[in-house]
Nanobody
Framework: QVQLVESGGGSVQAGGSLRLSCAAS????????MGWFRQAPGKERNFVAA????????YYADSVKGRFTMSRDNAKNTVYLQMNSLKPEDTAVYYC?????????????????WGQGTQVTVSS
């Protein structure tokens, strides 16, 4: 049983930074690809970032490249999303998730466990 809990969301002004954390309980996830997704009101849940279980390679949506950095601490069963230079367009509920172990790290339906989400609001 895996429980993912996000934290670190909040409200910031454009250009500010936040660091989201996703802590897993009940099971380690060192062998799983982990991802971050976000969903804005009225929009689909979109891929933000992923870190592969093997090698730790990271992938990012074009919209966040150069601004967001994903990392993981397997010893703590925690993944992070450092978000810099935030824009109003980044406003969304952010979710962390565990992948099925497919190569499709950017597809929401390839993830089997999801956190409850944390709200990020960026004002102009």
């Amino acid at each position: 049983q895996v429980q993912l809990v996000e934290s670190g969301g909040g409200s910031v002004q454009a250009g500010g930074s936040l660091r989201l954390s996703c802590a897993a309980s009940g099971r380690t996830f060192s062998s799983y690809t982990m991802g971050w997704f976000r969903q804005a009101p009225g929009k689909e849940r979109n891929f933000v970032a992923a870190i592969l279980w093997r090698g730790g390679s990271t992938y990012y949506a074009d919209s966040v490249k150069g601004r967001f950095t994903m990392s993981r601490d397997n010893a703590k069963n925690t993944v992070y999303l450092q978000m810099n230079s935030l824009k109003p367009e980044d406003t969304a509920v952010y979710y962390c998730a565990r992948n099925f172990r497919s190569s499709d790290y950017d597809l929401a339906y390839k993830y089997d466990y999801w956190g409850q989400g944390t709200q990020v609001t960026v004002s102009s």
